[in-house]
Structure formats: structure tokens, C-alpha cells
């Protein structure tokens, strides 16, 4: 439908938009409204981690297709980076396995969750990627993974730096929401 309003008619139009009377809306759809607002923007940081853990059961089984970690290799693929890695030892390997394992989770998180979510993860991102770096080794473990002190810690700081990867590169702007 076209408007056709000339200027004087739009002006006309709005001054007596501006002089109708104002009418306040009910305090409790007000008060609704406000919390409904107030949870989008500030999620809950146990929700977020729940949402992030979900993302990462998904991303980090489907990176096991490229880079089998502690042995397993779900996906029986024949070429994995794991292998790359070890030609510069098993200390690298495992620190580099680390990296891809959660980085690819935190990178697909950054896609997937909003940007007030990414936002609390950046917030609290050390105990966020530690905790699912644990939980992860955990897993390992449960499912048969032959797991060293050493070799986990190295596992674990690279999970730490693959998780802090994405998050460091928003806080600078290195990555940007569409």
C-alpha cells in the first residue's frame, strides 16, 4: 500500500500523534517484559555451560574423525592429524589434540550460541574451558582411554589455549557477529 502524505500532511500527522495522551501500559506486563529482556541478556552462566557442553559433545566426537585422541577412534578412520603430530613427538601431539578437541567445540559455540551467551563464556572462560577439559578427560577415562598425568596436563593446557583461542580473538575483535 502506498502512502502518498506530502510533508504538511506527515508533519500535521505527527503533531497530533505528539499531543495525544500517553497511556501506561499495566505494571505487571511492564514487569514481565523487564524480566523476559533482563534473562536474554544476561543468561545464566550454569545454562550457557550446559548449552556449551552440549556443543561440545557434538563438535568434539565429530573431531575425533580427524584427530583420534588417547587412542579411540570412533569414526575408524585410517588417516588421522594424530599422526602428523607425532612425527614432532608425543608431547606435542597430545598438546595439539588438546587444542583441536576443544577449539573446534568453542569455535562452533562462538556460530551457534547468541551473542549475550558467547559473551558469558568469555566472562567466566577459564573455569567454562577448564571444566569441560575435565570433563572431557573424564570421558576419555570412562571410555577406555589409557590416560597419563603428564600427558593429560599437556592435553589439558592445549584444551585450555584451544578454548581461549576463539574467546581472546572476539575480546579483540579478531572475530565478529553478523
Request: aromatic share 12%; charged share 10%.
Amino acid at each position: 500500500m502506498k502512502n502518498n502524505m506530502n510533508e504538511k500532511e506527515w508533519l500535521n500527522d505527527f503533531n497530533e500523534f505528539m499531543e495525544c495522551e500517553s497511556v501506561q501500559p499495566p505494571e505487571a506486563l511492564s514487569q514481565k517484559i523487564l524480566l523476559s529482556t533482563k534473562k536474554l541478556i544476561n543468561p545464566s552462566p550454569w545454562l550457557v555451560f550446559a548449552k556449551l557442553l552440549g556443543v561440545h559433545s557434538i563438535f568434539g566426537t565429530l573431531s575425533l574423525a580427524i584427530c583420534n585422541q588417547f587412542g579411540l577412534n570412533p569414526f575408524n578412520t585410517h588417516l588421522s592429524l594424530s599422526e602428523y603430530f607425532m612425527t614432532f613427538g608425543h608431547s606435542v601431539c597430545m598438546t595439539l589434540c588438546g587444542v583441536i578437541f576443544v577449539g573446534f567445540s568453542l569455535l562452533a559455540a562462538w556460530m551457534i550460541l547468541s551473542r549475550d551467551e558467547f559473551y558469558v563464556i568469555k566472562k567466566n572462560y577459564l573455569i567454562q574451558i577448564f571444566s569441560l577439559s575435565f570433563l572431557s578427560l573424564a570421558t576419555f577415562v570412562a571410555l577406555g582411554a589409557h590416560v597419563s598425568l603428564s600427558i593429560s596436563i599437556l592435553w589439558t593446557l592445549g584444551a585450555i589455549v584451544g578454548g581461549a583461542l576463539p574467546t581472546w580473538m572476539l575480546a579483540h575483535k579478531r572475530l565478529h557477529f553478523a
